[in-house]
């Protein structure tokens, strides 16, 4: 059982939307940094930052897969009953209560509509967002030496980063960075401004 400063804790983190949506996801299935950037629309560096403090709460861990990426999952689910007890004077008549919830369903069935719509052009999007990835990492095999300079071009073009955002992202070493990082400037697809870098020139387009 927690105890009020653990719980008070526990609450400060569901208070964000975006860590919940998080947690949801990877109840789901284990996710690395950019599939959760994708499929919640959030930017690397928002999520990085979450998973950072969850992790911290030991409310999630990770392991490496074989490309030495994080894959995040729930280390300590969270359960959470919240009884809301109205305390007013008199009862409502029966014909508002029911006014009010069948408005309550109608306004539930148009966001339920809604998200359905949603979802729909979300998985168009991530099937556009593979194919393309695909196609980066056959074109990126014609021009690179190795697969690992690949990654910090995808990893690039979710937005800029830093050298440790981008260890952090695609799991290489920060040490091990600076070969590839120096291939792709001589290359003129990446470009360094003061500790951030980005896709250069028509590559950002």
Not at 141 to 161: K, M, P
């Amino acid at each position: 059982m927690l105890d009020h400063v653990e719980v008070a804790r526990i609450l400060d983190i569901l208070g964000n939307r975006n860590r919940r949506r998080i947690i949801e996801l990877l109840r789901q299935k284990p996710c690395f940094v950019t599939e959760i950037s994708d499929r919640l629309t959030l930017s690397p560096k928002a999520v990085i930052e979450h998973l950072q403090l969850m992790e911290r709460e030991e409310i999630l861990s990770f392991r490496l897969d074989d490309r030495r990426r994080k894959y995040y999952y729930l280390a300590n689910d969270i359960s959470v009953m919240v009884s809301l007890h109205r305390l007013e004077e008199g009862t409502r008549s029966s014909d508002d209560v029911n006014n009010r919830l069948r408005k309550s369903l109608g306004k539930l069935r148009k966001l339920v509509d809604a998200r359905e719509e949603l979802a729909g052009n979300l998985r168009n999007i991530e099937k556009d967002i593979d194919l393309q990835i695909r196609e980066i990492v056959q074109q990126g095999r014609e021009v690179l030496e190795d697969d690992s300079g690949i990654d910090l071009l995808i990893a690039l073009a979710h937005c800029n980063l830093t050298g440790e955002e981008l260890a952090e992202l695609t799991g290489q070493p920060v040490q091990n960075l600076a070969a590839g990082l120096a291939e792709l400037r001589k290359k003129h697809i990446v470009e360094q401004e003061g500790p951030t870098f980005r896709l250069c020139g028509i590559n950002a387009e």
